[in-house]
């Protein structure tokens, strides 16, 4: 049996904004407008050319560009954790993401910059990155034990196609890559991080030997599980939530108005009801549960992959169905249609972008769309001027702000993020634990570094207690702010049992 002991610290409340309004006339709508900016394609390394996509975004009406500064392990800014990136189009020394916010924040109407950064990916090529403490050839397929971070396929393949990833349940790896985000947000004031590729590649994948031991010591399975045992595929699509929540809260804790975003997963046909997406492609393929990231409040911008033909009548009408349950299932967060304008005419685009402002059934809408890509806008070849100038005559005529997020600006719930640990220091890997209020109760699960949290509480008191088989005990009561992100750590301390 086990004592447990709690200490607490409270952060400070988040600040007030101004209140949304509807636009009155001569006013800005509001709406998101933005271009996913991928580093695969020239558009922001150098200086000309970041100043010719502040100049794009303009022409088309938009008011947001989500930036690839993170392609494969490698960074395209100064203030970097990782080794800059070997791509040659970057400008010597130029740093592409702070020269973006400053010409961005100073436009006439202003212009939000999302830091995009590969979150798994960290290398894409048979040669090994040039510099010796890149974690490809620090964790890649040369380490060993522990060290080794990949995430290999069921068969002890290591390579998803030209990609070489981590394995989100290896703790290790985790903590690394949520450093990357955490850096950006320290050292840059970007309006927002944006997570891409935060999932498995596959059922089959997911099989390093870390995080099988540590799905055997918390399930009690023994050997290799197959790949759609649903035992094993929920403990996976838990690792990638774990990702996701502590990307959330300890991005918010170092800078609470900070927009923490997704590229998801929005494959083949979409869902009408829980059920059905519950048997969707990011649900079963990819391990990616982002409804319930929405539902929890561990993001505040889901940006699905919407990426169907429109000429195409089964691609068109899966589009359909997938806004139609964005639509309907935002909860208290925002999502933003993604449509894949690279994969339609000029034309096409445009009537999938028109569907998205529509408002579903229930009368809901989403809080605006993200554009793949800036680099190619449509299928045909045509100028990319041309589809900017075509957008910016039909669609988004008015300029538009960004939508508040009222949970930011006017915050009536709380966060809490903490960690538990053994009397020695050691992180309890799986504990879990149940927080209480007048009534709810909520069960959190230590990730594989201890870490545990959750977001949308209600102002208060609260007691967490530790499930017996690790040590029960009653706690001291903390208490919950609104917008406040309260830090509790959680020691273990073993005894004899009488």
């Known amino acids: 049996m086990r004592r447990v002991w709690i200490g607490f610290i409270t952060l400070p ?4 904004a101004v209140p949304q309004r509807a636009a009155a006339e001569g006013e800005p709508e509001t709406e998101f407008r933005a271009y996913w900016v991928d580093a695969f394609h020239n558009g922001f390394k150098t200086p000309a050319q970041a100043d010719q996509l502040i100049t794009d975004i303009r022409k088309s009406g938009a008011n947001a560009v989500i930036v690839q500064v993170r392609r494969r392990g490698d960074a395209y800014f100064n203030k970097a954790l990782e080794p800059r990136t070997e791509d040659p189009a970057l400008a010597p020394g130029f740093d592409a993401l702070a020269y973006l916010i400053e010409k961005a924040h100073t436009a006439s109407l202003r212009i939000e910059v999302h830091a995009w950064l590969a979150t798994l990916p960290i290398w894409n090529s048979a040669t090994p990155p040039i ?8 964790h890649g397929p040369t380490a060993q034990g522990r060290d080794y971070w990949l995430m290999d396929r069921v068969d002890g393949v290591n390579r998803s196609g030209a990609d070489y990833l981590l394995d989100p349940g290896h703790p290790d790896a985790v903590d ?11 050292r840059y004031p ?36 197959d790949p759609q045992d649903e035992i094993w595929k929920e403990w996976r699509r838990r690792q990638v939530d774990h990702l996701m929540r502590k990307v959330y809260l300890k991005a918010i804790a170092i800078r609470p108005q900070v927009k923490v975003s997704a590229a998801v997963i929005a494959w083949r046909q979409g869902p009408s009801f829980m059920e059905e997406y519950r048997r969707s492609a990011p649900y079963t393929e990819v391990l990616q549960d982002w409804n319930a990231w929405l539902k929890e409040g561990i993001i505040d911008l889901a940006i699905p992959m919407n990426y169907d033909r429109e000429h195409v009548p089964d691609q068109k009408r899966w589009y359909d169905q997938w806004i139609g349950w964005e639509k309907d299932h935002q909860y208290h967060r925002q999502i933003v249609a993604g449509p894949g304008i690279y994969l339609n005419s000029i034309d096409g685009s445009l009537n999938q972008i028109k569907r998205t402002r529509a408002p579903s059934t229930a009368g ?104 017996k088989q690790w040590g029960y005990t009653p706690v001291r009561p903390l208490f919950i702010r609104p917008g406040g992100n309260t830090e509790i750590k959680v020691r273990v301390i073993p005894i004899r049992n009488d």
């Open 364 to 467: 809901n809408r989403l809080a605006g769309v993200g554009l793949y890509s800036y680099a190619v806008t449509n299928k045909d070849n045509e100028s990319s001027d041309l589809f900017f100038r075509r957008l910016r005559e039909t669609l988004f005529q008015l300029p538009a702000v960004v939508p508040e997020m009222p949970w930011k600006n006017r915050p009536e719930k709380g966060f809490l993020r903490g960690k538990v640990v053994s009397i020695a220091g050691n992180p309890l890997d799986g504990a879990e634990m149940e927080l209480r209020h007048k009534g709810r109760k909520v069960r959190l699960t230590a990730d594989g570094s201890g870490f545990f949290g959750t977001a949308e509480l209600e102002p208060g008191f609260y007691t967490l207690r530790l499930d």
């Open 176 to 186: 690394y890559t949520v450093e990357q985000y955490l850096n950006v947000v320290r």
């Open 131 to 138: 510099a010796k403490e890149h974690v490809f050839n620090r």
């Open 13 to 16: 409340l988040l600040a007030a």
């Open 190 to 225: 970007v309006d927002g991080i944006h997570l891409d590729l935060v999932r498995y590649m596959g059922p089959e994948w997911g099989y390093n030997p870390v995080s099988l031991e540590r799905f055997r010591e918390q399930t009690g399975f023994s050997g290799t599980p």
